[in-house]
């Protein structure tokens, strides 16, 4: 009898967990329901009626076309170069006996280097002065036997006349007269040695003398002194060791006072590089590539290259630079500004309001209505945090900063914040942060009342 009673009690266990999972799907249904329903009415802050300002308002930020000089600039990356370098080596062999700085000092034109072994050379300079002396003494001894031999030339002429009017009156025998007229000419043929000897003791005496200067200008090379104001490098030898003439670089020196900061420019530039600077010198700044905060040098365009590199397609200029303070270095990168004029009541607007797209660059314009529309334009330099606009805007157009990824031709925004000076939207962006949907659903029905 149990057994039959548990049987029957089975088919109500069955409906009643049909019925349970029966209203359980019908609860279900009815939430999905209601959830389609509230989407498809809209929330705030939603996308949908962005246009109507029914809660859809994009939160932007805008900024004023303004009027302003800006310079017309290029701006490359180049490098220091030293004004002059110079190798110093040794200009006669010896042994270097001396220094007289220390590695990487600044010295002046003049002051005195390196000093070398100077006795042998002494020596030589000695031997040279005696040879000249020697050489003037033989100038002297040809001389007086000039004086000599001419005085006889000028007796044995007078005698061969006297003999020769005897001879006429038939005193003396032509034997006699022919003799002292040839005694005569063998003394005029001596005085004409005695000329030559002399030029010929007056060019040794020339070569001695070249001889003696060549020996102290030899001399002069024991002792190396700066031909430039500068900074000296390493030394490449130590005192004590033997160099050899024009063998050994001993040091270098390189000036860094004025000097060079070399860059290139495309050759497109190289135009308006010329026709500004036809009419004056042209500013260049440069500051260490890797210190923005560094102060800025000053100089001026002193170099353009002869010829535009064909590999590169640029042209390298140089500008000069006082370096009083030696904040350039020989070797050192710098970002280089080369101003070449200044554009007056140019249109700016900050860098970040230009977008670029498939037909070029372009703006959102902020209409009277807060809605916007774009507007192609045509930029040109960049100065600082403002772009340069050639074309498309006027001074006074409200043009979007921020928020532009989110809008279209036509959308209805509200400004975040008042940069620059928006208008009337700046007052109605104040409530609106762009945070929760709600309160842009308020701003966006309070737009129309404004």
């Not at 049909?18 to 959830?35: D, E, F, M, T």
């Not at 802050?45 to 303004?66: E, I, N």
């Not at 006996?97 to 020596?123: C, H, M, N, V, W």
């Not at 070449?340 to 249109?347: E, F, K, P, Y």
Request: aromatic share 6%; glycine share 10%; net charge positive.
């Amino acid at each position: 009898m149990a057994k039959k009673s548990a049987y029957r009690c089975r088919p109500g266990v069955w409906v009643q967990s049909l019925w349970i999972l029966l209203v359980a799907g019908i609860a279900l249904i009815l939430s999905a329901c209601s959830s389609s329903g509230a989407n498809a009415a809209g929330t705030p802050g939603t996308p949908k009626g962005g246009r109507k300002g029914m809660g859809g308002d994009a939160p932007v930020t805008v900024a004023v076309a303004v009027t302003k000089d800006v310079p017309v600039e290029v701006q490359v990356i180049g490098n220091v170069e030293a004004y002059s370098t110079i190798s110093v080596r040794a200009q006669v062999t010896g042994e270097l006996t001396k220094a007289y700085f220390q590695e990487g000092d600044y010295i002046k034109k003049g002051d005195l280097l390196f000093s070398i072994d100077r006795r042998p050379l002494e020596a030589a300079l000695n031997q040279a002065i005696a040879n000249a002396t020697r050489d003037q003494a033989a100038l002297g001894q040809v001389q007086a036997n000039l004086a000599r031999d001419t005085a006889q030339a000028q007796y044995a002429d007078a005698q061969a006349t006297r003999y020769a009017q005897l001879f006429q009156d038939k005193v003396v025998s032509k034997d006699q007269a022919e003799q002292f007229r040839t005694t005569a000419a063998a003394a005029n043929q001596a005085v004409a040695a005695d000329n030559a000897a002399i030029e010929s003791a007056k060019a040794n005496i020339g070569a001695s003398t070249a001889a003696v200067d060549n020996a102290r200008v030899q001399l002069s090379y024991t002792e190396i002194r700066s031909p430039i104001d500068g900074r000296t490098g390493n030394f490449t030898v130590k005192q004590g060791n033997v160099v050899m003439a024009n063998s050994m670089e001993l040091t270098t020196i390189t000036q860094i006072e004025p000097i060079y900061v070399t860059f290139a420019v495309p050759e497109s530039q190289l135009p308006a590089i010329k026709r500004y600077m036809a009419e004056g010198k042209l500013p260049v700044r440069a500051r260490p590539q890797d210190d923005s905060g560094a102060e800025e040098e000053t100089g001026v365009l002193t170099f353009v290259d002869n010829a535009v590199d064909v590999t590169t397609g640029t042209i390298k200029l140089k500008g000069t630079f006082a370096n009083t303070d030696h904040k350039l270095w020989p070797g050192q990168f710098v970002r280089v500004v080369l101003r070449l004029s200044t554009q007056h009541n140019a249109v700016t607007v900050p860098n970040e309001a230009v977008m670029t797209g498939q037909n070029g660059s372009y703006v959102y314009i902020l209409k009277p209505d807060r809605t916007v529309d774009s507007q192609p334009v045509t930029t040109g330099a960049r100065v600082n945090q403002d772009m340069v606009i050639e074309k498309g805007l006027q001074p006074g157009d409200t043009v979007v900063t921020e928020g532009q990824l989110r809008l279209a031709p036509g959308s209805r925004v509200v400004v975040r914040t008042a940069s620059t000076g928006a208008g009337r939207g700046s007052g109605e962006g104040g409530g609106a942060p762009g945070g929760s949907g709600a309160p842009q659903g308020k701003t966006g029905r309070r737009g129309p009342k404004s």
